[in-house]
T-cell receptor, first 113, second 114 residues
Framework: AQSVTQLDSQVPVFEEAPVELRCNYS??????LFWYVQYPNQGLQLLLK??????LVESINGFEAEFNKSQTSFHLRKPSVHISDTAEYFC???????????FGGGTRVLVKP | KAGVTQTPRYLIKTRGQQVTLSCSPI?????VSWYQQTPGQGLQFLFE???????NKGNFPGRFSGRQFSNSRSEMNVSTLELGDSALYLC?????????????FGPGTRLTVT
């Protein structure tokens, strides 16, 4: 069975500063990797995903994540955050043969002015 | 295109009662998955339906059940409610339920059990 660990439960960061959210996973089979964002009182929105190919994936709003197979990690980064990035971020994995997402515990990002 | 809709958005029930939650997927999507979100356990997979068949199931007791209709709409039912069932229940739909297709989440139904 796969598992996902998000090492930081909360990350306070100042506006325009960089942020990195760490995600490590374990699985005995090939996986797909995802980052979702959840704004208050809303459902989850897909931020970016890694299925195959280039290990660096980017989102349209400036986030990027890099798949590192040897370290079983999929850390999320943004070089300069905005107040509107305040949200909870979830890393998730899915076995390549299934359709069931396993989520990490989430990281709350609080962007301060 | 309309997104995933869930009804009701909020629900208050008493211990021992049962509840039914509804999820309407995006038009054309045939797979619907359900997740439970609690502060203590985080996001946990309940089950997935595809073409009216349960294809995948998480580690929840039999009190949690679901079904999918021919129009892909799905319902989940929780019988004999317990206080610990208080949670945000999210459903997600995808085109064909294959891993490479994005799952689109609804806003959730917040269930409070008193």
């Amino acid at each position: 069975a796969q598992s996902v660990t998000q090492l930081d439960s909360q990350v306070p960061v100042f506006e325009e500063a960089p942020v990195e959210l760490r995600c490590n996973y374990s699985s005995s089979v090939s996986v797909y990797l995802f980052w979702y964002v959840q704004y208050p009182n809303q459902g989850l929105q897909l931020l970016l995903k890694y299925l195959s190919g280039s290990t660096l994936v980017e989102s349209i709003n400036g986030f990027e994540a890099e798949f590192n197979k040897s370290q079983t990690s999929f850390h999320l980064r943004k070089p300069s955050v905005h107040i509107s990035d305040t949200a909870e971020y979830f890393c998730a994995v899915e076995e390549a043969a299934g359709n069931k997402l396993t989520f990490g515990g989430g990281t709350r990002v609080l962007v301060k002015p | 295109k309309a997104g995933v809709t869930q009804t009701p958005r909020y629900l208050i029930k008493t211990r021992g009662q049962q509840v039914t939650l509804s999820c309407s997927p995006i038009s054309g999507h045939r797979s619907v998955s359900w997740y439970q979100q609690t502060p203590g356990q985080g996001l946990q997979f309940l089950f997935e339906y595809f073409s009216e068949t349960q294809r995948n199931k998480g580690n929840f007791p039999g009190r949690f059940s679901g079904r999918q209709f021919s129009n892909s709409r799905s319902e989940m039912n929780v019988s004999t409610l317990e206080l610990g069932d208080s949670a945000l229940y999210l459903c997600a739909s995808s085109l064909a339920g294959i891993s490479s297709y994005e799952q689109y989440f609804g806003p959730g139904t917040r269930l409070t059990v008193t």
